[in-house]
């Protein structure tokens, strides 16, 4: 593998893995798989942003939170410290974990590769929590409806022979599993584009960007200035580190500084009453 940083900088900041020409650590060209390969891992194929790190500098240590950036692309999680399993082990691993958050150190495998994150000096390392595939991020997908009472006639009215109506639809109501927690919001030239999050889902994390996947900016147009997959927002809760922040994902434009836009910044925080530019697209924020 072939690391190299786009943005020198402190503070919470993500790590995008994959083949793409802008992430931080490239796969492909020169990169090689273990000897001895990974059948049962392999073959899928890599993708240009295929997963992200995120990495949250505290007091008591560093959280890293590894999430596949694609709803159906797992990996397994290897003990973070000690020596490497057997190629044979490695191979029988069902790649079946969409996210994990740690601290200190993460190691990961995917697609035949091991990917080791580490923190110089910081204390022993940990695994927290894991996440199922397709449960790691709050993956854009169609509202949850249910019938509602019984069937009502069709505005047709009723049937000449008076059977009743020629046909019938059930009442549909959407069904939310909390209450929203606030407003992921876009202000672009075209307009405001918005979306109503509960706390679990911006907890969990969703993707800005046009790709199908992204809960807001799938409607924008290529030469909007927004990537396929622009960004990821998401709300830590620790306490000296609390918000609801937007992490760059190798995105061709990047985020800007509100005060001065030729600057990129890797991470922005947008429940302040700033937020960012999502250069080209529009002004990013937060509203609770």
Same mark, same amino acid.
Request: proline share 7%.
């Given at each position: 593998?072939?690391?190299?940083?786009?943005?020198?900088?402190?503070?919470?900041?993500?790590?995008?893995? !994959?083949?793409?020409?802008?992430?931080?650590?490239?796969?492909? =060209?020169?990169?090689? *798989?273990?000897?001895?390969?990974?059948?049962?891992?392999?073959?899928?194929?890599?993708?240009?942003?295929?997963?992200?790190?995120?990495?949250?500098?505290? *007091?008591?240590? &560093?959280?890293?939170?590894? +999430?596949?950036?694609?709803?159906?692309?797992?990996?397994?999680?290897?003990? *973070?410290?000690?020596?490497?399993?057997?190629?044979?082990?490695?191979?029988?691993?069902? @790649?079946?974990?969409?996210?994990?958050? !740690?601290?200190?150190?993460?190691?990961? @495998?995917?697609?035949?590769?091991?990917?080791?994150?580490?923190?110089? =000096?910081?204390?022993?390392?940990?695994?927290?929590? +894991?996440?199922?595939?397709?449960?790691?991020?709050?993956?854009?997908?169609?509202?949850?409806?249910?019938?509602?009472?019984?069937?009502?006639?069709?505005?047709?009215?009723?049937?000449?022979?008076?059977?009743? =109506?020629?046909?019938? +639809? *059930?009442?549909?109501?959407?069904?939310?599993?909390?209450?929203?927690?606030?407003?992921?919001?876009?202000?672009?030239? &075209?307009?405001?584009?918005?979306?109503?999050?509960?706390?679990?889902?911006?907890?969990? !994390?969703?993707?800005?960007?046009?790709?199908?996947?992204?809960?807001?900016?799938?409607?924008?147009?290529?030469?909007?200035?927004?990537?396929?997959?622009?960004?990821?927002?998401?709300?830590?809760?620790?306490?000296?580190?609390?918000?609801?922040?937007?992490?760059?994902?190798?995105?061709?434009?990047?985020?800007?500084?509100?005060?001065?836009?030729?600057?990129?910044?890797?991470?922005?925080?947008?429940?302040? =009453?700033?937020?960012?530019? +999502?250069?080209?697209?529009?002004?990013?924020?937060?509203?609770?």
């Amino acid at each position: 593998m072939v690391a190299s940083s786009r943005v020198e900088g402190h503070g919470p900041r993500a790590i995008v893995v !994959g083949t793409g020409e802008r992430v931080d650590v490239a796969v492909g =060209g020169d990169a090689v *798989p273990l000897p001895g390969g990974m059948s049962s891992q392999a073959g899928e194929g890599l993708l240009p942003r295929h997963l992200a790190v995120l990495v949250l500098p505290l *007091p008591s240590g &560093t959280l890293l939170r590894a +999430v596949s950036l694609h709803p159906e692309r797992g990996f397994a999680v290897l003990p *973070p410290d000690g020596p490497l399993p057997s190629i044979e082990a490695l191979e029988r691993l069902e @790649t079946a974990t969409g996210g994990v958050e !740690g601290w200190n150190a993460l190691r990961v @495998t995917f697609d035949g590769f091991v990917l080791d994150v580490a923190v110089d =000096g910081a204390g022993v390392p940990d695994v927290l929590d +894991v996440q199922p595939l397709g449960e790691q991020l709050a993956f854009h997908t169609e509202p949850p409806v249910r019938g509602v009472g019984s069937s009502v006639s069709s505005i047709a009215g009723p049937a000449r022979d008076g059977s009743g =109506g020629g046909h019938a +639809v *059930p009442a549909l109501v959407r069904l939310d599993a909390d209450d929203v927690a606030g407003s992921l919001v876009l202000r672009a030239r &075209t307009g405001i584009a918005r979306i109503d999050l509960t706390a679990a889902q911006i907890m969990r !994390g969703v993707l800005l960007g046009r790709s199908r996947r992204c809960l807001l900016g799938r409607g924008f147009d290529e030469n909007d200035g927004l990537s396929r997959v622009h960004a990821l927002v998401v709300a830590l809760d620790d306490t000296s580190a609390s918000g609801v922040f937007a992490f760059d994902l190798a995105s061709r434009y990047g985020l800007r500084d509100v005060s001065r836009p030729s600057r990129m910044v890797p991470t922005a925080r947008v429940d302040d =009453g700033v937020g960012c530019l +999502v250069y080209g697209a529009g002004y990013l924020t937060w509203e609770a």
